[in-house]
């Protein structure tokens, strides 16, 4: 069978991500970073073939965002339990129990209020739900995101959370083409990280930087980048 292309691309999803592990990887060498920086594949609105196919092309982490599509995609793949499921989109309420039930990982979790209900629906079959808390670094009110000045009291209430371990923290900073400005964002972020790492020992993922800004990301100190668009392609 002859592979699908994103976006009727003549490049296969297998070259996207070795392109895209290419920029990783520079980047890494630019910045003299020895831990390998994770890459988590956004297949949010890309249709099962894909995802397929890069999953035979070695991938393992995806990160989804509409509930719906997300938990038909986890079920049709329930049988690959080699797979990382990712929720990275905004939590409603009356949604939060598919997440909890579905997912190994939510990476914005902004407030207590979303925490506690997804520590009170995960089953307890299942091992506790993996959590970054998502900050809005760059203060920007069409992100979600929780204020620095709530990150204490958010991650002490994780912490404590039977069904819910704190791995670390997410952000989505402001669109901007400004290099500089970026570094700052992810700069700060690092900070927040750094000082939450001294406090709960199980903090370990610094999940910032997309397609179009991983690099500065990566200098900042991510360890995981979230790709999409230069994997999959453009949204239909």
């Keep these: 069978m002859t592979p699908l292309r994103a976006n009727n691309n003549m490049v296969t999803i297998a070259e996207r991500l070795n392109n895209a592990y290419d920029r990783i990887t520079k ?14 594949a956004v297949s949010k609105t890309k249709p099962i ?33 080699d797979i990382d499921w990712h929720f990275i989109g905004p939590i409603q309420s ?7 039930e579905h997912f190994s ?16 629906q995960r089953p307890t079959n299942l091992k506790p739900l993996n959590i970054l808390i998502q900050v809005n ?15 204490a009291d958010l991650a002490e209430f994780i912490e404590s959370s039977k069904q819910l371990t704190l791995r670390g ?9 400004d290099e500089t400005l970026q570094l700052q964002y992810f700069q700060q972020m690092k900070d927040c990280f750094d000082k939450l790492k001294t406090q709960y020992p199980n903090i370990d993922t610094l999940s910032m930087g997309m397609s179009g ?8 100190g991510a360890n ?4 999409g668009t230069d994997i999959f392609g453009k949204r239909q």
Aim: aromatic share 6%; with cysteine.
């Design 49 to 81: 073939e894909l995802i397929q196919q890069a999953y035979d092309a070695g991938q393992r982490l995806f990160g989804e965002s509409y509930v719906q599509e997300a938990v038909d995609k986890v079920i049709h793949f329930q049988h690959y339990r």
């Design 169 to 177: 923290l997410m952000t989505i900073t402001a669109q901007t083409d």
């Design 94 to 100: 009356n949604k939060s129990r598919h997440i909890a």
């Design 213 to 220: 800004d991983l690099e500065p990301a990566i200098a900042a």
């Design 137 to 151: 670094i760059s203060g920007d009110e069409k992100k979600s995101g929780c204020m620095v000045e709530e990150l």
């Design 105 to 120: 990982w939510v990476q914005s979790v902004d407030r207590i209020k979303i925490a506690r209900r997804l520590s009170e």
């Design 27 to 40: 980047a890494e060498q630019n910045n003299q970073i020895s831990d390998p920086v994770q890459l988590l």
């Design 224 to 227: 995981m980048v979230r790709i």
